[in-house]
């Protein structure tokens, strides 16, 4: 089973930068597509991006592209998300999760097996 923790949430003025991390252990990274999604106080958790497992795929929500960017490293068992030009809305707890099937680049919130504890990222002045 994966286990999935995420990293490199904090406090951030509008217009910059968070990377945040998502470590996996347990079993290869490289069987899994990865998603990472959001929740801010309220509403729904949403996805923000998604990578494959093969051939590294991407997707992303239309609120964040051309902002942020999802890559991954199966070596090191890490999928990272690259966040700029923040804005208040990005505001959330974000999470990282995992599914084995099917392979691709959707990831619905409902369609993950695995899931971390998530990571508050906050934008304000």
Same mark, same amino acid.
């Given at each position: 089973?994966?286990?999935? #923790? =995420?990293?490199?949430?904090?406090? /951030?003025?509008?217009?910059?930068?968070?990377?945040?991390?998502?470590?996996?252990?347990?079993?290869?990274?490289?069987?899994? *597509?990865?998603?990472?999604? $959001?929740? @801010?106080?309220? %509403? =729904?958790? =949403? &996805?923000?991006?998604?990578?494959?497992?093969? /051939? &590294?795929?991407?997707?992303? @929500?239309?609120?964040?592209?051309?902002?942020? *960017?999802?890559? $991954?490293?199966? @070596?090191?068992?890490? #999928? #990272?998300?690259? !966040?700029?030009?923040? %804005?208040? =809305?990005?505001?959330? #707890?974000?999470?990282? @999760?995992?599914?084995? $099937?099917?392979?691709? +680049?959707?990831?619905? /919130?409902?369609? !993950?097996?695995?899931?971390?504890?998530?990571?508050? /990222?906050?934008? +304000?002045?």
């Amino acid at each position: 089973q994966l286990q999935l #923790v =995420e990293s490199g949430g904090g406090l /951030v003025q509008p217009g910059g930068s968070l990377r945040l991390s998502c470590a996996t252990s347990g079993d290869t990274l490289d069987f899994y *597509t990865i998603g990472w999604f $959001r929740q @801010a106080p309220g %509403k =729904e958790r =949403e &996805g923000v991006s998604c990578i494959s497992r093969s /051939v &590294g795929s991407t997707n992303y @929500a239309d609120s964040v592209k051309g902002r942020f *960017t999802i890559s $991954r490293d199966n @070596a090191k068992n890490t #999928v #990272v998300l690259q !966040m700029n030009s923040l %804005k208040p =809305e990005d505001t959330a #707890v974000y999470y990282c @999760a995992a599914r084995r $099937r099917p392979d691709g +680049s959707n990831c619905p /919130v409902g369609g !993950m097996n695995y899931w971390g504890k998530g990571t508050l /990222v906050t934008v +304000s002045s």
